[in-house]
């Protein structure tokens, strides 16, 4: 296929280069025959193209011929540019010099030079167009007249969503309830993994997400991940995505012995799913490494996985149950999916001759889901029986046998793009990885770079024209996994590997990806874009070639340490840096004069070259988290191009002077107000083209409205996400009120956030009406407001008369007492939108899904909207309610009829118990320090019976929770520090889902509730009360997976654990009465055991039952009775010598060595050892420790020695050491003058 990308480029550059020529010529450039020649080659040349691509196939030399005219096409493209760049670079020259008596370019001393060299240039191009043009005559090729035929526009309605659209997949449902069933009933073991197998584009990831999406699945799970693991299988990166996965936030973690501990906290007493898609690995060790990792991060019964492969393999190498293979569908499910397809175009009927082609297509798909979906993608647009029948007869329905036969049929919606351009937009892709996200903004501005996206309209910009043809690349199904923003804004997507590897396959030749496992025979003689993706941080030796890096137009590089090789770039369109290495770019940057696209991410780079204002092409600049760069060069005004500049404020406080003049740029996150002149908030008014996301900083420095109306946000439309910030730390008077008035954005504003405003009232505009747009409010299309620190308001504005508005916080505002009915609706006649007929009546706040009131410490009375008759309805769609920190707040409303989850933090009984008193929906709640609450109020268990979380933290006065009757649906129940609490469930109940339950630092609580009503789904339960035995039903929760008993003061007896079989974590500490442990030998299961801190245990050795133990990896003993003399025996576990990874040893005043028998356990790699006040010194066999990575010694108060250096240099995998309570080895670890310092200096990470 890579012989297609021939003529789909030379086409594309020809036609754009037609036009640049045509440009060139009306300048006064002194060689306007020889542009004229120049473009006259290109017309004739493009005539024939037609014919050259309908003989290219079957013909080497019009290959050949192809091959030469792209080429030659590619040099006159630098050469049209440089003349481009020319004429910006000299209007930058006279503006800057103030010159502009005379308009003729050429009164510059270098012009003439300059002329003759791009005179000489053109004229060399002009002949080899020449004689490319005598070869086509040679060769016979045949011209055919040009038609400038209109594109078919695909409706945007049609923008269709491949994720997981369920009415798109079908023939599975069987396999779906299969491997359902099979992970509810793998609870027995320890990590089950299924693999789904099968070839590209069958659906395996498809399948996957509707597992993993079903409903009994999310039931059974308290954790689902997903991890698409594609070619590169590395342990440490799929546990970062783990942990991403799990915390909704990138990891800082470069440690991997970090990120486990993280995980193992993130899903302590957890039962999760796991999903690795698209595995590639065939190397047993890799997966065993990861497979041990993934089996120390949890170690509970009933943990799954699920593997998509292609490869029969993988599947053996990773299953504990057979492999499913996906099975190709029938013919009439391909037609289903097709059909679902083309019926979405309403405009085509489907004929009885259509269906019957439409069949008759359906069976070539060879039962591939993925070929039918994007053949129906492409059908829907297609209107006649004959654009069928071309189909249905097209000569690539040769084999369906391997994938280049399916590459050969996805071949088709590519063929049927309509345009070169749109061809080259979809190839293009093939430069990002497989599986990348591809934002939407950031693959356009890509595509404008590589000049793929000239204006055929005016009023239409590249931008437009890019976000139509990424529409119609989704649209006929070559994106999917599309994700949008809370808005609604589609903004990234994915290809399938399939289609990602028929984009490789189509651009071979002309798109390269260099990594880790390239030869250096590749062939490089015609490649311009490259991807690199490294690990090593070297400079991959094939690019040693100067000729192949003055070609390149794209380098998208990460990882790669490309040095001074970048000086070689003198073509290069689009430039993207990645890695840490990366630390500066070359100070001849500026010589880069093609550069359209220049982004850095990740990078050490301290400073820009000022060089990079020399960039006069340049259109996007994005700039992402290089943490050292503070600042952009000031004379960035020169890049007149620029369009795009993605940069964040949180490291660059400061943008350079004179920002307005850049009147291209959309793309601007964020600017912040100086008092010069060039800084002022005039600057951002000249930027009229601005869309997306624009925060202002520094608003104090605005001096009147007047001066805040030169920003013109009203005539803004493409802004739709406004922020406005003031220095929070100012004194005197201020004019925050007037300036905000001046800064009424537009109408089409979906998102609004105010910080640090001292005004006492909002502006008026938040009520004014837009007589342009038929008397609807100015923000009626506001999805966000978001206020914060405005302490200076005594009342909220008015806002429930946004009919769209979804989200609203109120942060810090410490003057409002009161939450007056205002804030629903004001007085002066003006009514909601959302108004029910002749009522009269208005619905308030009609679309809010969250509210967050937060940090209103004054605040005491929130009225309610129903007291005025004029309301009907107030929050009908309130699913969220969050109120933290408003401890004086006594009153609240209680209409919030779809409220499903509440959060409530430091609030009066009061309040708390009137927002409860009519909720019927509740699925969690959350209350911490609610003062005077005393009972938790019977109706709330009683009117929400879908109730499935509640959590209860530090209610000082409350003494009882005792509902009445079964809580049926309730899954999760924690309670912890409420100190009254003396009664917890004492009547009888049945909590058939309950699965866990956790008490702490309750003192008061006498009696722990009785199990006896717990089901069988009870997996993970903490005890802390103040009973003298626990309950006897404790035996019959089987299911329990982990049980924490710590804080008992009273306890005394544990009764029998034998029957836990399922128990792999057991915790015991804290018990100063406990006599005794109870029998363990039966918890075949267990892989952590901690008893420690229990003062009166007189325990001389660990339980000889322990030996029957044979999975225990964490072990924490020790802070027993002081009267003992010795550290309990360990001999009971000595079998777990080369298996035990963590060891804590607690301990005390008599214990002055460690417990020899440790020295046995040479597999341990975490070693804590604390409140051993007669140690002095580490034993030097701790060296034997060769697996050691991290030792923590705490309270320790006369060690003063470690081993001697030979035997820390022993601990060659140690990374971490932390001392702590330790003074006399503090003041010998002291860094660079400790006596012990030189024995620890080579550790990386040591705290001290």
Known sequence: MAETVLSVVAEEILGKLISLATEQISLAWGFKDELTRLRDSLTTIQAVLADAERRLVREEFVRLWLQRLKDVAYDADDVLDELAYEILKRKVEIRNQMKRKVCFFFSFSNSIAFRCKMANKVKAIAESLKRINDEANQYGLTRVELVNANPKIIPSHRETDSSLDHSEVVGRKDLVSEIVELLLNAAKERLSVIPIVGMAGLGKTTLAKLVYSHELVKKHFDKTIWVCVSTEFEDKKILEEILESLTCKSSPLKNKNTILECLQKELQGQKYILVLDDVWNEDLVKWETLRSSLIGMNLNVGNSIIVTTRSDKVAEIMGTFPRRHLEKLSEDDCWSIMKKKVSLNEKIPLTPNLEAIGKDIAKKCGGVPLLARVLGGMMYCKKEESEWLAIQKSSVWNSLIDSNGILSILKLSFDHLYSPSLKRCFTYCAIFPKDYEMGKEE????????????????????????????????????????????????????????????????????????????????????????????????????????????????????????????????????????????????????????????????????????????????????????????????????????????????????????????????????????????????????????????????????????????????????????????????????????????????????????????????????????????????????????????????????????????????????????????????????????????????????????????????????????????????????????????????SAPYHFPSLKKLDIDEIKSTAFERIISKLTALTSLKIDNISELVCLPEQLLQNNRSLMSINIYNCSDLVSISPHQDVTSLQSFTISGCRKLSELLKAPLTLPSLETFEVSDCPNLRSFPSLQGAGSLLRSLAISCGDEVLPTALQSCTSLSSLIIKECPNLILIPELRKLHSLTVLKICDCPNLKSIPDLGELHSLTHLRIFRCQTLKLTCLPKELECVTRLKSLAIGGFCEELDAFPSLSSIQHLHTSLELLSLFGWAKLNSLPDEIQHFTSLKYLYIFNFDGLEALPEWLCDFSSLQTLFLRSCKNLMYLPTSQAMQRLTKLRSLEIYSCPKLKERCARGSGAEWSKIAHIPYVEV
Not at 459 to 478: Q, R, T, V, W
Not at 745 to 766: C, R, V
Not at 869 to 885: A, G, Q, R
């Open 443 to 890: 693959l356009v501005q890509h595509w404008m770079a590589e000049g793929f996206l000239q204006p055929t309209q005016e009023h239409f910009s590249p931008e437009d024209k890019g976000f139509k043809y990424f529409d119609i690349l989704l649209a006929n199904s070559l994106f999917q996994d599309i994700k949008r923003d809370d808005y609604g804004d589609l903004v990234s997507c994915k290809m399938h590997d399939l289609v990602h590897d028929l984009a490789l396959s189509i651009s071979k030749g002309e798109t390269l990806h260099l990594d880790d496992t390239v030869g250096n025979d590749t062939e490089l003689s015609h490649i311009r874009h490259l991807s690199l993706i490294c690990n090593d941080q070297t400079t991959p030796t094939i690019l040693q070639s100067r000729d192949v890096m003055g070609r390149l137009r794209t380098i998208y590089s990460i990882g790669a340490n490309l040095g001074d090789k970048l000086l070689e770039l003198k073509c290069v369109r689009s430039l993207s840096l990645s890695g840490e290495h990366v630390n500066q770019l070359p100070r001849s940057i500026g010589e880069f004069r093609h550069l359209r696209l220049l982004r850095i991410d990740y990078t050490d780079i301290k400073v820009l070259p000022n060089s990079v204002t020399k960039l006069y092409n340049l259109q996007t600049l994005i700039i992402k988290s290089c943490y050292l760069l503070k600042e952009l060069p000031n004379d960035l005004q020169n890049l007149t191009n620029l369009r795009h500049i993605d940069i964040e404020h949180w490291y660059i406080k400061q943008l350079p002077i004179n920002m307005g003049q850049l009147t291209c740029l959309q793309t601007l996150p964020f600017f912040v107000i100086g008092q010069d002149a060039g800084h002022r908030i005039e600057e951002v008014g000249c930027l009229s083209q601005l869309r997306g996301e624009l925060s202002i900083y520094n608003l104090e420095h605005v001096r009147d409205k007047e001066e805040a109306k030169t920003a013109n946000l009203v005539g803004k439309a493409g802004v739709q996400k406004l922020g406005f910030y003031w220095n929070r730390e100012r004194d005197g008077n201020n004019n925050d009120e007037d300036v905000l008035e001046g800064l009424q954005p537009h109408p089409s504003l979906k998102s609004l956030k105010i910080e640090n405003f001292k005004g006492e009232k909002f502006p008026s505009w938040i009520l004014a009406r837009d007589n342009s747009s038929g008397g609807l409010f100015v923000l009626d299309h506001l999805l966000e407001i978001r206020l914060e620190n405005c302490n200076m308001c005594n009342e909220l504005p008015t806002l429930g008369h946004l009919p769209r508005l979804k989200v609203l916080r109120i942060e810090r505002m410490d003057n409002v007492t009161c939450i007056e009915t205002e804030f629903y609706i004001n007085y002066s006649g003006e009514r909601s939108s959302n108004s029910g007929g002749g009522s009269g009546r208005n619905v308030v706040f009609p679309a809010l899904k969250t509210l967050v009131l937060k940090k209103l410490p004054n605040l005491v009375e929130w009225k309610d909207a129903m007291e005025l008759k004029t309301i009907e309805t107030v929050f009908p769609c309130l699913e969220e309610l969050t109120i933290t920190s408003c401890g004086q707040l006594t």
